[in-house]
């Protein structure tokens, strides 16, 4: 398990630098940046719903904590976009793009583990 996590972390890393770079030459600066800012917040996405998962079978007051962090992840989120959107000149598709960075590195380390479950 912490493995594939390891995995998946690298490729979310991978995935978003690199596709940073590839639509920065392809689209400039504000896509670039639009892409890179998906990322990121993909990745903490990703962070937070790891903690929530693990904080699911523990009693202590990190559950409550994670719990409210939960709700205020798409609120954070959704402010980040309006941020973006409406103030500077970043591509907010290229951010949208980005937010799906998570999803590839997910699905890649299934494909990685169909691939290796046989052997």
């Given at each position: 398990?912490?493995?594939?996590?390891?995995?998946?972390?690298?490729?979310?890393?991978?995935?978003?630098?690199?596709?940073?770079?590839?639509?920065?030459?392809?689209?400039?600066?504000?896509?670039?940046?639009?892409?890179?800012?998906?990322?990121?917040?993909?990745?903490?996405?990703?962070?937070w719903?790891?903690?929530?998962?693990?904080?699911?079978?523990?009693e202590?007051?990190?559950?409550?904590?994670?719990?409210?962090?939960?709700?205020?992840?798409?609120?954070?989120?959704?402010?980040?976009?309006?941020?973006?959107?409406?103030?500077?000149?970043?591509?907010?598709?290229?951010?949208?793009?980005?937010?799906?960075?998570?999803?590839?590195?997910?699905?890649?380390?299934?494909?990685?583990?169909?691939?290796?479950?046989?052997?």
């Amino acid at each position: 398990m912490e493995r594939a996590l390891e995995r998946i972390w690298k490729a979310m890393f991978a995935i978003g630098a690199g596709g940073a770079i590839v639509v920065w030459a392809w689209r400039g600066w504000e896509w670039g940046v639009g892409f890179l800012l998906g990322s990121a917040a993909s990745a903490l996405n990703f962070r937070w719903i790891k903690q929530m998962v693990e904080a699911l079978g523990v009693e202590s007051p990190t559950r409550q904590r994670v719990a409210v962090l939960a709700g205020l992840r798409y609120l954070i989120l959704a402010a980040g976009g309006y941020a973006i959107l409406n103030y500077s000149s970043i591509s907010i598709a290229a951010a949208l793009a980005g937010i799906f960075v998570s999803v590839a590195a997910v699905i890649l380390e299934i494909v990685f583990e169909l691939i290796y479950a046989r052997t």
